[in-house]
C-alpha cells in the first residue's frame, strides 16, 4: 500500500521492479519507438465512469510506466502483480504527480 501521499514505498518499488523482470520484456514505445521506461513513483488512480460523477466516482489503482523520450504512459494492474489487494485500494484521487525509476532502457 503506497505511502499517505500515494508514493510507492521503496520495498514497493522493489517489488514492482521484480514483477516486471520476471513477467515483462520490454518492448519499444508505439508512439516514438525507444524502450526507455520509467517506473512512475507512485500510485495512479483511473476514474470509472459508470455513468457516475468522475471526480466523486470509483477508481482503479494503477502502476504508471512512463516512455522517458515522449511521455507515453502505460497502465498496469498492481492487484494482479499482487502488490495491492481489492480491499486495500483507494478512492482518494488526490495523490501527487511521481518521483520516478527507470524500468528498462535502450534504443
Ligand atoms: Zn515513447
Known sequence: MP???GDWLPEEREKILKWFNENTTPKECTFCGTRAWTLGGSAG???CLGGRN???GPTIPVVLVF????AHIEFFSPVLMKLLTD?????????????????????
Request: aromatic share 0%; proline share 6%; hydrophobic share 30%.
Open 67 to 70: 516512455c522517458s523520450k515522449c
Open 54 to 56: 468522475i471526480l466523486l
Open 3 to 5: 505511502d499517505d501521499k
Open 45 to 47: 488512480l483511473l476514474p
Open 87 to 107: 480491499e486495500s485500494t483507494t478512492t482518494d484521487a488526490s495523490k501527487k504527480v511521481p518521483a520516478e525509476t527507470e524500468v528498462a532502457s535502450g534504443q
